[in-house]
């Protein structure tokens, strides 16, 4: 079926420096994306989100990035910190008929070095 | 600061047993998500409410699982009978549905569920 992700795969940048990760979506009807970050033992924390509508969002620290052509979604997060070490999932949203219908990527894992 | 809570936070039992899960989402917020995440299938949405009516409970096995909204400041999961496969950690998420421009969604701590 349908799905937003990639493998599991894991991201380590040293502190200070600039991240990049990416995501795939397959289902070009999604309208709404997210990004959530998840730290070891909590529950997801939201970071950004962006509509379809646009191809670029910036937050703190965060830009989030969307290439409908290729069905393509990135979070840039500037300035890595430790702080910053987690996992970052991915989320489309697409509007079903009584009302939203979320799909979650697999994650990746984002390991700062000191 | 409103945080969404569950309970239990960990729970171990064994295979055919009944378990149920609470979530008290943030006060105010209209919709709430039952998630499952285990290592090989991630994130998975079981159960959609708003306004405490099921709006899609297509992720959720039917014949061993329910979701419920008793009221507006509980929403239930329960597992009957369990099984091992079923083992995995449960989250509760509320928002308030489309809000602005975001359909932000708040998670609870989760709950460990381990089945013998």
């Known amino acids: 079926g349908e799905s937003v992700g990639l493998h599991l795969p894991t991201l380590s940048v040293q502190e200070g420096d600039n991240s990049i990760i990416n995501c795939a979506y397959s289902n070009s009807a999604s309208d709404y994306f997210i990004w959530y970050k998840q730290e070891s033992g909590k529950g997801p924390q939201f970071i950004i989100d962006i509509r379809s509508n646009m191809d670029k969002r910036q937050g703190q620290r965060v830009t989030v990035l969307l290439n409908k052509t290729v069905k393509h979604l990135s979070l840039q997060i500037a300035a890595t910190q430790p702080g910053d070490s987690a996992v970052y999932f991915c989320a489309e949203m697409r509007s079903v008929y009584y009302g939203q219908n979320f799909v979650f990527g697999p994650g990746t894992r984002l390991s700062v070095l000191p | 600061d409103a945080r969404v809570t569950q309970t239990p936070r960990h729970k171990v039992t064994e295979m055919g047993q009944e378990v149920t899960m609470r979530c008290q989402p943030i006060?105010?917020?209209?919709?709430v998500f039952w998630y499952r995440q285990t290592m090989m299938q991630g994130l998975e949405l079981l159960a959609y409410f708003r306004n405490r009516a099921p709006l899609d409970d297509s992720g959720m096995p039917k014949d061993r699982f329910s979701a419920e909204m008793p009221d507006a400041t509980l929403a239930t999961l329960k597992i009957q009978p369990s099984e091992p496969r079923d083992s995995a950690v449960y989250f509760c998420?509320?928002?308030?549905?489309?809000?602005?421009?975001?359909?932000?969604?708040?998670f609870g701590p989760g709950t460990r569920l381990t089945v013998t």
């Open positions: 006060l105010g917020h209209n919709t």
């Open positions: 998420a509320s928002g308030l549905g489309l809000s602005g421009a975001s359909y932000e969604q708040y």
